[in-house]
């Protein structure tokens, strides 16, 4: 990812995003520094961490995320959905692969869950958010409907208060890389509603990516966060931000040996 927002520039808005037809509150909040996985609880969960899957594109592919069955998912793009190898833009803990889109190649995460595990559906989605940039857009849907949308703003609101944040945080070479840009593990919590698809989307005026690792789903039934959620965390019913910052650095789509 591209660039890095400050925080001094945004404003969240407490308001419905345009064009969400039904929103849910959500609270967004994040782990502590270096961490790579949520502490939150949960009645049923799982983690997709790509290290099974190949480098390269592929069309796609379904996962249970480890949790037998009680939750399934399909990811999948308009030109397929690229895998990468750990390195400095991506790669919890600094090995296996991560997951990646652009703005030519954005990727949905489409989620069903068992009824016979969990009936309440889901209500939980974290990931490991690596090198932040101002395009960086997940949006929430339940049944084609947007629920919800965070912007790289809303998580550089409250990871700009901490500069343990920025710069890769694995071992080795990696270590301190990018050091203006974030790295943070981030919960989102649905706490009025359900969501059935995860979206995620690069802003067609950045030219870096999304990169993300140890993709957690479930059902929710304590929350994590630090500091805690009471304190920082962000009631969020729809999103805007007003001032992005940053500043832009020259990054190849792809690796030579990815180039499709």
């Known amino acids: ?29 994040y782990e502590a520094p270096g961490a790579v996985n949520s502490t939150a609880t949960f009645s049923a969960m799982g983690v997709e ?17 480890g949790t037998n069955g009680a939750i399934t998912g399909t990811y999948s793009g308009p030109n397929g959905v690229q895998i990468n190898a750990a390195d400095e833009f991506g790669g919890a803990g600094g090995a296996g692969n991560y997951i990646v889109g652009f703005i030519s190649d954005p990727y949905t995460l489409t989620l069903s869950s068992n009824p016979a595990k969990d009936p309440s559906g889901i209500n939980y989605f974290g990931y490991w958010l690596s090198a932040l940039d101002p395009g960086n857009i997940v949006t929430f849907y339940n049944n084609g409907v947007e629920v919800g949308q965070v ?19 694995n071992g080795g070479w990696l270590h301190g890389k990018n050091s203006d840009e974030p790295y943070v593990f981030i919960n989102f919590y649905d706490t009025t509603g359900t969501f059935n698809q995860v979206a995620f989307t690069e802003g067609p005026n950045y030219g870096g990516g999304y990169e993300s690792d140890n993709q957690t789903v479930g059902f929710y039934t304590n929350m994590s966060g630090v500091p805690e959620p009471a304190t920082w965390a962000m009631m969020l019913m729809g999103f ?3 001032g992005l910052a940053g500043c832009r650095r020259k990054r190849l789509r792809l690796a030579s040996s990815l180039e499709r």
């Open 151 to 169: 912007t790289p703003a809303d998580v550089a609101a409250i990871t700009s208060l901490n500069p343990a944040y920025y710069g890769n945080p």
């Open 49 to 65: 961490t790509f290290d099974s899957l190949p480098v390269g594109v592929s069309n796609g592919f379904t996962t249970d995320f």
């Open 240 to 242: 805007a931000c007003l």
């Open 1 to 29: 990812m591209n660039y890095r927002v400050s925080a001094a520039a945004c404003a969240i808005a407490f308001s419905l995003a345009a064009g969400v037809a039904r929103a849910d509150t959500f609270v967004l909040n």
